[in-house]
């Protein structure tokens, strides 16, 4: 005869947290190369923010400044913020 537990603890695996999609990232790439074209090179090391509901974005010597100037034109719009050459990114979903 088995033994029976009264109950079995379920493991679950951590939770990473989510990621863009591949469609959303080959967007936004695609979005950043646009961009690119018209920018660059005189802004290389600017931030960029890009708005990525419609292609449109704002351009600031800090990354402060680049969202400020994003919030003012699209105060609930997604973002993705990087640098105008493509360097390091942060993906920022809008407000509520």
Not at 14 to 34: F, G, S, T, V, W
Not at 70 to 78: E, I, K, N, V
């Amino acid at each position: 005869m088995a033994i029976r537990l009264p109950f079995r603890k379920r493991i679950v695996d951590p939770r990473l947290p989510r990621r863009a999609k591949p469609r959303e990232e080959q967007r936004i790439d695609a979005l950043l190369k646009n961009v690119q074209d018209a920018l660059m090179p005189e802004h290389a090391a600017e931030i960029v923010a890009i708005n990525t509901d419609n292609g449109e974005y704002a351009v600031g010597l800090t990354f402060h400044e680049a969202c400020e100037s994003f919030r003012a034109r699209w105060p609930s719009g997604p973002m993705y913020v990087c640098r105008v050459d493509g360097g390091p990114g942060l993906r920022i979903r809008g407000r509520s």
